[in-house]
C-alpha cells in the first residue's frame, strides 16, 4: 500500500521570497510545526483523505523565542 501526505503550511511574510526565506529558516531550525496548519493523509485508491491537525494562530517571532528558549 502507498500513501500521500500533504502538509500545508502559514507563512506570514510581505512577500513570497521573505516566506521561502522565513520558511527555509525555520526548517533548519527544526521549527517548521510552527506554521503547520493541516496535514492530509492520503490511503490507497478508493479510501477518501483524511484531514489531521487544525488550524493554529501565526505567532510572532517573539512566541517562538520564548518557546524555544523555555521549552513549551
Given at each position: 500500500m502507498e500513501y500521500t501526505?500533504?502538509?500545508v503550511y502559514r507563512v506570514p511574510a510581505s512577500s513570497q521570497i521573505e516566506a521561502t526565506?522565513?520558511?527555509?529558516?525555520?526548517?533548519e531550525l527544526g521549527?517548521?510545526?510552527?506554521?503547520l496548519?493541516?496535514?492530509y493523509v492520503?490511503?490507497?485508491v478508493g479510501e477518501p483523505a483524511v484531514a489531521r491537525g487544525s488550524v493554529s494562530q501565526v505567532r510572532s517571532w517573539w512566541v517562538l523565542v520564548k518557546r524555544q528558549l523555555l521549552g513549551w
Open positions: 501526505i500533504i502538509r526565506d522565513r520558511f527555509m529558516e525555520a526548517g521549527v517548521e510545526r510552527d506554521y496548519v493541516r496535514a492520503k490511503g490507497p
